[in-house]
């Protein structure tokens, strides 16, 4: 609820507005689970509050912790559905991955996700829970927000920007709009949708391939889209901030790792001023997928530089604990089959 709809709602109580910025400071601030804890509000109104507003719908089922501190946790939903949510903590920041579909419907041919197809769409709540379900789990704040988790985010548009908005709201959650990084396969109306909406957020565009065949491959329903659709619709995404976009690029061995494919990257990556993030592919069982030798990792990116772009090599997390998205979702089923 933004502000005002909460206001409306508990005005509709018969109470005064203040009681909303109560409750809203103790959610977004305090972090309170139940209204029970909200100790300033009278115990009557509290009683009638939980019998008609809800804070948390989804339930943490399972996590997992990984050596290097990454923590992924298996949300069940109120219809039972699952969804995987992933905390990535380093010293100076706690980052939220974020999921906005169950299952996902692009059939990327590497992903876990997209193996059962698409479920159905999460609500703007359902998205903005994670975070809070993340954030009990370690016991920090969160400071960044990805969307990069199971389903399209711009596949589920209406949601994702209402949850956007909800997390960098000064009234709500709070956080930097340059900390929040909406991830696409490469949608080209929503992108321009999303580029009018003028909310100084980070664009990924999940390329994968440089070239229109291997992303038809790779990326079978958003290879239906021409590449050059896409970089038109980045374009314009540019211009309507002048923020550096970002180019996802999982490597995988012996598909797109080869230097005309590094060659290829490089012109579109200079051609929309955008950065790129080289992901060290995660094996998923049953996928014939495999990751390239560093040597052939360290020559792509060495390609990318010597043709000025600016490169990073995401460093891999959750390895030991299948850190690859919707492999702890596909292992949950697979045991609730058994």
């Not at 409306?8 to 103790?26: M, N, P, T, Y």
């Amino acid at each position: 609820m933004t502000a005002g709809e909460l206001a409306a709602e508990i005005e509709s109580l018969g109470e005064r507005a203040f009681r909303a910025r109560q409750i809203a400071e103790w959610v977004w601030k305090k972090r309170a689970v139940s209204f029970s804890e909200m100790s300033d509000l009278p115990a009557e109104l509290r009683g009638r509050l939980a019998g008609r507003l809800e804070i948390l719908t989804a339930r943490l089922v399972r996590q997992v912790r990984s050596a290097d501190g990454t923590l992924k946790g298996l949300l069940e939903l109120h219809d039972a559905e699952h969804i995987e949510a992933v905390a990535i903590p380093t010293a100076e920041r706690l980052t939220a991955c974020v999921s906005t579909q169950v299952g996902c419907a692009m059939g990327c041919a590497f992903c876990a996700t997209g193996l059962e197809g698409l479920r159905r769409n999460l609500t703007a709540g359902e998205i903005v829970e994670q975070v809070f379900h993340l954030q009990a789990a370690v016991g920090r704040r969160v400071t960044n927000v990805v969307f990069m988790g199971m389903g399209e985010p711009l596949a589920n548009y209406g949601a994702t920007v209402s949850a956007v908005r909800a997390l960098i709201d000064p009234q709500r959650m709070g956080l930097s709009a340059r900390h929040v990084t909406v991830s696409t396969i490469g949608l080209p109306k929503p992108i321009r949708r999303l580029a009018a909406e003028k909310l100084p957020i980070t664009l990924a565009i999940s390329l994968h391939a440089p070239t229109d065949a291997l992303r038809r491959r790779l990326v079978p329903a958003a290879g239906k889209v021409a590449l050059e659709d896409i970089l038109e619709a980045a374009e314009v995404f540019y211009q309507s901030r002048h923020r550096e976009l970002t180019l996802e690029y999982v490597l995988l061995a012996g598909v797109n790792d080869t230097r005309p494919c590094a060659e290829a990257l490089g012109r579109i990556a200079l051609r929309l001023r955008c950065n790129v993030n080289l992901i060290l592919y995660n094996s998923v069982s049953g996928l014939e997928f495999e990751r390239p030798a560093w040597p052939v990792t360290h020559a792509f990116a060495q390609q990318l530089r010597s043709q000025g772009v600016n490169v990073h090599l995401r460093r891999s997390r959750g390895l030991d604990i299948a850190g690859a998205c919707g492999q702890l979702r596909q292992s949950a089923r697979q045991d609730s089959a058994r």
